[in-house]
């Protein structure tokens, strides 16, 4: 049973049979095959969680990840010695065989576009999944869930 794979060729669609993705090379390339006739590759959702929370934390303009009260008990959790930050916290993934889903809860800092700020967080995930996984990011669900406003020098003001 071959495979195929449609990939863009300027403006015409071209089936190839057979086709192998490679990962983060963009939409229209290839997704490599995690299944061969030497074995199975499976990754665990916490893989997918970790590589996405990391690529959307390294948007400028993402303040943090995750509602308030997941914000609240990783603060507690890294006062204990020897606790880690979470690098999963505000992302949810569905993984199956060959493809990904990914739901991101993020607070992003006061004065950035969030339209813009949710596409770069959106095909950064998308491209680091992807390259890492060899999975297919189908779809990136982000949710604003809070903004953070910088105070000048005055943290236990209170907005009126």
């Not at 916490?46 to 009260?69: E, H, Q, W």
């Not at 596409?119 to 390259?131: D, H, Q, Y």
Request: net charge negative; charged share 25%; hydrophobic share 40%.
């Amino acid at each position: 049973m071959a495979d195929t794979t449609t990939q863009r060729s300027g403006s015409q669609a071209v089936e190839k049979e057979g086709a192998e993705r490679v990962p983060g090379q963009g939409r229209s390339t290839e997704v490599a095959r995690l299944t061969s006739d030497r074995g199975r590759t499976s990754i665990a959702d916490g893989v997918v969680a970790k590589i996405a929370g990391i690529a959307a934390r390294d948007i400028s303009g993402v303040y943090a990840l995750g509602s308030g009260a997941a914000r609240a008990f990783a603060a507690v959790r890294q006062r204990v010695p020897g606790g880690k930050p979470n690098v999963a916290q505000g992302v949810s993934v569905e993984v199956g065989e060959k493809q990904c889903a990914v739901d991101l809860a993020i607070v992003v800092d006061y004065g950035v576009p969030i339209a813009e700020l949710a596409a770069a967080v959106r095909e950064n995930v998308i491209t680091s999944v992807e390259r890492m996984t060899a999975l297919e990011v189908v779809e990136v669900n982000i949710s604003v869930d809070d903004i953070h406003i910088e105070h000048e020098g005055e943290s236990d003001r209170q907005l009126q």
